[in-house]
């Protein structure tokens, strides 16, 4: 559906160069008589020829370029004949744009159309004197400057719209490729959710075996040697099964607490300093040193801490069968670091091991590092460097 005003446009120049005759033809008749006979007698066969064009052209039978100059030829003749004619012949700068070719074709037919409005203006062609030649000439002049300067608001304006419409169309497109770069975030935002429940998912699992191996899986090797030395010294086994069943209660907690997430059993009433030690004196071999100001962490810091110190401890004792750990807590302004060296028998591969592995992701996983020195022969010491993080 077009716009209004182009309806109103298609109107005018359908049916503008009739009313423009009629009115032209009707003010030619009121000076009739100031015609001379010449021009009296070709008037009306003119005019048959004029309405004969419009009404070909009205049907669609003649082409515009013909139809443009055909009619421009007659309103000349016209305004020859008649001066009034002249305002038939202005309807030719209003649709030369639409009837000829841009550019010259244009220009030559309003400035054709130019020199019949001049004659009209100046009193009828040919001029009768010096004096209206003057004249005709000044109202060429005016004319074509007129026409200049309207082709040149045109063209900008043209060019103008040119450029709107080209950003439109650049806006267009520039809203399918957001629209599109939604859908791909969208898409993208969707596997990124599926990625974070599988990764948390993969995350629960690498906690609860680090718990499973760092309480359980020790308790039920504390357990197992226990059981193993009540067999051994029938006089001690009611000890030996007393300190089992102990094991198997602690581990049961330590389970529990697993399940649920919880701090570790340890930490629940002491600090991270008193729950080492408490940790440190089942161990004859190991001595605990804490330096720098103890203050509290977070939950998650003192409880990576305090399994690494648990995982470290164990290996030294059932692995390499140290006679000497020293365990060292150090404070620092912006991390806080455990430090596990013994004197046992060592190892060449220290990126090896689940309790190796399991200590450094816990690491990791608050955004510390642990970092492993060993040589077979020459001990083993494991550093823990943790954010100092304190407790809210």
């Known amino acids: 559906?077009?716009?209004?005003?182009?309806?109103?446009?298609?109107?005018?120049?359908?049916?503008?160069?009739?009313?423009?005759?009629?009115?032209?033809?009707?003010?030619?008749?009121?000076?009739?008589?100031?015609m001379s006979a010449g021009g009296?007698?070709?008037?009306?066969?003119?005019?048959?020829?004029?309405?004969?064009?419009q009404i070909l052209r009205t049907v669609g039978?003649?082409?515009?370029?013909?139809?443009?100059w055909a009619r421009t030829v007659?309103?000349?003749?016209?305004?020859?004949?008649?001066?009034?004619?002249?305002?038939?012949?202005?309807?030719?700068?209003?649709?030369a744009p639409r009837l000829l070719k841009r550019?010259?074709?244009?220009?030559?037919?309003?400035?054709?159309?130019?020199?019949?409005?001049?004659?009209?203006?100046?009193?009828?062609?040919?001029?009768?004197?010096?004096?209206?030649?003057?004249l005709f000439g000044g109202l060429l002049v005016l004319h074509v400057t007129l026409l200049l300067v309207m082709t040149t608001l045109t063209a900008r304006e043209e060019r103008q719209t040119a450029a709107k419409i080209a950003m439109i169309e650049e806006l267009e497109r520039t809203n399918a490729r957001l629209e599109q770069a939604l859908r791909e975030n969208a898409a993208l935002h969707e596997q990124l959710l599926v990625?974070?429940?599988?990764?948390?998912?993969?995350?629960?699992?690498?906690?609860?075996?680090?718990?499973i191996h760092d309480t359980i899986a020790q308790g039920l090797a504390g357990i197992v040697t226990q059981l193993q030395a009540?067999?051994?010294?029938?006089?001690?086994?009611?000890?030996?099964?007393?300190?089992?069943?102990?094991?198997?209660?602690?581990?049961?907690?330590?389970?529990?607490?697993?399940?649920?997430?919880?701090?570790?059993?340890?930490?629940?009433?002491?600090?991270l300093p008193e729950a080492l030690k408490k940790i440190?004196?089942?161990?004859?071999?190991?001595?605990?040193?804490?330096t720098g100001l103890v203050e509290p962490l977070h939950e998650e810091i003192e409880a990576t801490l305090l399994r690494i110190a648990q995982e470290a401890l164990a290996n030294a004792r059932r692995h390499a069968h140290a006679s000497r750990i020293g365990v060292t807590l150090s404070y620092m302004d912006d991390e806080v670091t455990l430090d596990v060296r013994d004197d046992g028998r060592g190892f060449s591969e220290p990126g090896g091991g689940f309790g190796l592995n399991g200590m450094r992701e816990r690491a990791e996983r608050v955004l510390g590092m642990l970092e492993v020195e060993s040589e077979p022969g020459q001990g083993t010491a494991i550093s823990a460097r943790l954010p100092l993080v304190r407790h809210a």
């Open 1 to 34: 559906m077009r716009p209004p005003d182009e309806d109103v446009w298609a109107r005018f120049f359908r049916w503008g160069p009739y009313g423009l005759l009629a009115l032209s033809t009707c003010l030619a008749y009121l000076s009739f008589d100031v």
């Open 40 to 53: 009296q007698e070709l008037m009306a066969p003119v005019l048959a020829v004029t309405i004969t064009l």
């Open 61 to 68: 039978r003649v082409p515009g370029p013909v139809y443009f």
């Open 74 to 95: 007659l309103a000349f003749v016209l305004t020859w004949l008649n001066p009034f004619f002249g305002i038939f012949a202005v309807i030719a700068y209003f649709d």
């Open 103 to 134: 550019g010259r074709p244009v220009m030559a037919g309003v400035m054709v159309n130019a020199v019949t409005m001049a004659g009209s203006q100046s009193g009828g062609l040919p001029p009768a004197n010096a004096v209206v030649w003057a």
């Open 195 to 211: 990625q974070a429940r599988e990764a948390g998912v993969n995350d629960e699992r690498r906690r609860l075996a680090a718990e």
């Open 230 to 271: 009540a067999g051994d010294t029938p006089d001690a086994s009611r000890e030996h099964i007393e300190r089992a069943a102990a094991l198997a209660r602690e581990s049961l907690r330590e389970a529990r607490r697993a399940v649920h997430n919880l701090a570790p059993a340890p930490l629940e009433h002491d600090t």
């Open 280 to 290: 440190v004196n089942t161990c004859p071999e190991a001595h605990l040193t804490v």
